[in-house]
């Protein structure tokens, strides 16, 4: 089946050079689905809470814990990517682990048909490796960093064990990145998401 297929551009903000990714995904893909996606592509481990921002809503996992701060978040397994089309969004944004505040800003490039050849998701291009998982922010990924690339640096051994190995920042290994994108759209045949089954297996 040939469906609508969106070109997202996901960039990590306030890194310098940009740490991004490009992607084709189905229209129908929910925001759940994109928030898989996006931890794969970035090398995140799902180990935080998530909120997509689009205008002046907010999408990820409702929690009770809500009404204490007096703001609601609305389900992101309810929005596909082609209801954000129909509002007139082509950019909003996506942010990772709260404490660390990782602000990704995701851009639809552009809205074509698929190719029936295709299976989608599919991974595109993309550069520099985001941040390793509790880095502690930008500042504190500068720093991680800086340690790493200078085996004098007096931080450098502590980093390194405490990554477990080294950390080559431009090596996003797109060979990997092409197969797990891949396995992820040949299961879209069948249960689509992992969100629906609190399973994920594709790390």
């Known amino acids: 089946m040939i469906e609508p297929i969106a070109r997202i551009r996901i960039t990590l903000e306030d890194t ?22 996006i931890q794969v592509v970035m090398g995140w481990w799902d180990y935080h809470l998530y909120e997509f921002e689009i205008g002046d809503r ?3 996992v409702p929690s009770s814990d809500d009404a204490l701060y007096d703001r609601k978040v609305y389900k992101a397994s309810a929005l596909r990517l082609a209801n954000v089309l129909e509002r007139g969004v082509r950019n909003f944004f996506y942010v990772y682990d709260f404490g660390d505040n990782w602000r990704h800003r995701i851009s639809i490039v552009e809205v074509r048909q698929g190719d029936a050849d295709i299976e989608y998701p599919r ?10 998982e509790d ?40 060979r990997r990145l092409h197969l797990i994108i891949k396995n992820f759209a040949a299961r879209r045949r069948g249960p689509l998401n992992s969100h629906r089954t609190g399973k994920r297996t594709f790390h």
Do not use: C
């Not at 991974?123 to 390793?132: D, I, K, Y």
């Open 123 to 132: 991974f595109v291009s993309g550069a520099r490796r985001a941040p390793p």
């Open 16 to 37: 310098d050079p940009p740490v991004w990714r490009e992607l084709d995904v189905p229209l129908s893909t929910t925001l759940a689905a994109m928030h898989d996606i």
């Open 135 to 174: 880095v502690g922010s930008i500042s504190g990924f500068e720093d991680f960093l800086e340690a790493m690339a200078d085996s004098d640096h007096e931080q450098h051994d502590q980093m390194l064990e405490w990554y477990g190995k080294p950390f080559d920042p431009e090596d996003i290994d797109e």
């Open 58 to 60: 907010n999408y990820g």
